[in-house]
């Protein structure tokens, strides 16, 4: 097992497209292992493989934490979801959910979802599965496959609050940590 490093806004590579999975095995076990791990260090309640630069459809997910607005997060106990290959084949209703993400540290915003979705996946075996979801695993659900696509939270936001938010990130890179500025 490894943690691995998590790939951060505005790093390109998180706008890149995700290939799907064709081999299943050991090599997919070792990916979703660490990117377990590496979820539940953070704490995060859901990874995508671009986020840690791995261009492929793979999703981790447990949204299995205290009810509380804690953030980040703070977990009560384990209960992985490993989404290969995800499709989303059905949205009902609408949510507005406030969301974060590992990749954008710091930045809490509410986004606009579907309330209810439907999910046909693979499991880490490549066995298909359909998984109903509403709430927060929908929104959690939603949230992942859009990394898949090359897009965050911070791309579904009004046009001039994600103009606003992307360019106080870069602001801040370009002024570097204020813990060590002078
Ligand atoms: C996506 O988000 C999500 O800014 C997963 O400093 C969001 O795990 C799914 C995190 C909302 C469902 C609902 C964010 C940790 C974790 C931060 C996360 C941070 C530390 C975000
Ligand atoms: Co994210």
């Known amino acids: 097992m490894a943690l691995l490093p998590i790939l951060t ?5 998180l706008a890149r497209k995700s290939e799907p999975v064709k081999k299943f095995g ?5 990916i979703c292992a660490d990117m ?8 995060g309640i859901g990874l995508a493989a671009p986020q840690v630069n791995v261009h492929q459809r793979i999703v981790v997910i447990d949204v299995d934490y205290e009810e509380s607005d804690d953030e980040p997060p703070v977990r009560s106990n384990e ?20 969301e974060g ?12 979802r579907a309330e209810r979705v439907v999910v046909e996946y693979q499991d880490i075996h490549g066995g298909k599965h359909v998984l109903e979801a509403e709430g927060m695993l929908a929104v959690a659900i939603q949230h992942e496959l859009d990394h898949l696509d090359g897009r965050l939270f911070i791309d579904r936001l009004s046009f001039v609050k994600s103009r606003s ?9 370009e002024l570097g940590d204020p813990e060590e500025r002078e």
Request: charged share 35%; hydrophobic share 30%; aromatic share 6%.
């Open 36 to 43: 377990l791990e590496t979820m539940y260090e953070a704490p």
């Open 26 to 30: 050991s090599e997919l076990e070792k």
């Open 79 to 98: 209960n992985p979801l490993i989404l290969i290959n995800a499709k989303i084949t059905k949205k009902e209703g609408d949510i507005l959910f406030k």
């Open 9 to 13: 806004y505005p790093d390109p590579r």
């Open 101 to 112: 993400c590992l990749s954008v540290p710091g930045e809490y915003e509410e986004v606009n």
């Open 165 to 173: 938010i992307k360019r106080k990130i870069k602001k801040e890179l």
